[in-house]
C-alpha cells in the first residue's frame, strides 16, 4: 500500500539548533516532493518544492534534501528560533494533475 | 505569494442543513483548485479537484452528491456541503495553483471551520 511517513509527530529542539524532519514513501513514484507550514487553525503555506532529480534546494534557514533511491526527504532549519514552532508537511506530486497527498506532519516546538 | 480567501472562515449549522464555503484566487486566475478536508491532529485529505468550467474529479470515497463542488469562473470554486451531519465537521481548507509561477506550487486558503450541531 502507499504510504507517507513523517518521523514524529512532535519534535522538541533548543533555540539555535538545526531541525531535521524526515518523510519517508512507499508505493509512490512523486514527481517533485513539497514541504509545507501550517499553523494551528490557518492552512498550509508553501515552503520549497524539490524535483525528483535535484538532490538539495535551499532557501535562507531552510534546506531540503531527496533521495529518491531511500525514498525519503530531509527538512533542515537552521539556527532554529521558537517563531519557527509549528506543524510542518511534506507532500508528494502525484498523479496527471500533480495532486498532492500529505504526510501527517511533524508537530516542532523550538524551546527559548 | 499568491494570495486565496475563503469565506466563511467559520461556520454552525444545524444538522440537515446545507452549507457553502467559496474559495477565491485573489491576484492570480486559477484553473485548478482543490478541496482538502483536515480532522484535528490529522493530515490534509484530498477531497476533490475543482477545473473551471467542468465537472468536478472526485477522490475515492467522497460522495459527490453530498459535496457539491462549483468552479464557475477562474477565481471562484465553491464547495457546498449538503444536508450536513454532526460527522460533517471538519476543517475544510482549499488551494489554487498560480499559473504565472512554478506550475506545482499550491496556494492554500485560511480553511474554514465547519460545527454541524
Known amino acids: 500500500s502507499q504510504k507517507i511517513e513523517q518521523n514524529s509527530e512532535a519534535l522538541n529542539i533548543q533555540e539555535g539548533k538545526t531541525a531535521t524532519l524526515t518523510c519517508n514513501y512507499t508505493?509512490?513514484?512523486?514527481?517533485?516532493l513539497q514541504w509545507y507550514r501550517q499553523d494551528p487553525g490557518r492552512g498550509p503555506v508553501f515552503l520549497l518544492l524539490?524535483?525528483?532529480?535535484?538532490k538539495e534546494k535551499r532557501k535562507e534557514r531552510l534546506k531540503v534534501t531527496f533521495d529518491t533511491t531511500l525514498k525519503q526527504s530531509l527538512f533542515h532549519i537552521t539556527a532554529s528560533q521558537p517563531a519557527d514552532s509549528a506543524t510542518y508537511l511534506c507532500?508528494?506530486?502525484?498523479?496527471?494533475?500533480?495532486?498532492?497527498?500529505f504526510g501527517s506532519g511533524t508537530q516542532l516546538t523550538v524551546l527559548p | 505569494g499568491a494570495v486565496v480567501s475563503q469565506h466563511p472562515s467559520r461556520v454552525i449549522c444545524k444538522s440537515g442543513t446545507s452549507v457553502k464555503i467559496e474559495c477565491r484566487s485573489l491576484?492570480?486566475?486559477?484553473?485548478?483548485m482543490f478541496w482538502y478536508r483536515q480532522f484535528p491532529k490529522q493530515s490534509l485529505m484530498l477531497m476533490a479537484t475543482?477545473?473551471?468550467?467542468?465537472?468536478?474529479?472526485?477522490e475515492q470515497g467522497v460522495e459527490k452528491d453530498k459535496f457539491l463542488i462549483n468552479h464557475a469562473s477562474l477565481t471562484l470554486s465553491t464547495l457546498t456541503v449538503t444536508s450536513a451531519h454532526p460527522e460533517d465537521s471538519s476543517f475544510y481548507i482549499c488551494?489554487?495553483?498560480?499559473?504565472?509561477?512554478?506550475?506545482?506550487?499550491?496556494?492554500f486558503g485560511p480553511g474554514t471551520r465547519l460545527l454541524v450541531l
Open positions: 491576484d492570480f486566475q486559477a484553473t485548478t
Open positions: 488551494s489554487a495553483r498560480d499559473p504565472r509561477g512554478p506550475g506545482e506550487t499550491q496556494y
Open positions: 508505493n509512490y513514484s512523486p514527481a517533485y
Open positions: 475543482s477545473n473551471e468550467g467542468s465537472k468536478a474529479t472526485y
Open positions: 507532500a508528494l506530486a502525484v498523479g496527471s494533475a500533480r495532486q498532492l497527498t
Open positions: 524539490i524535483r525528483e532529480n535535484e
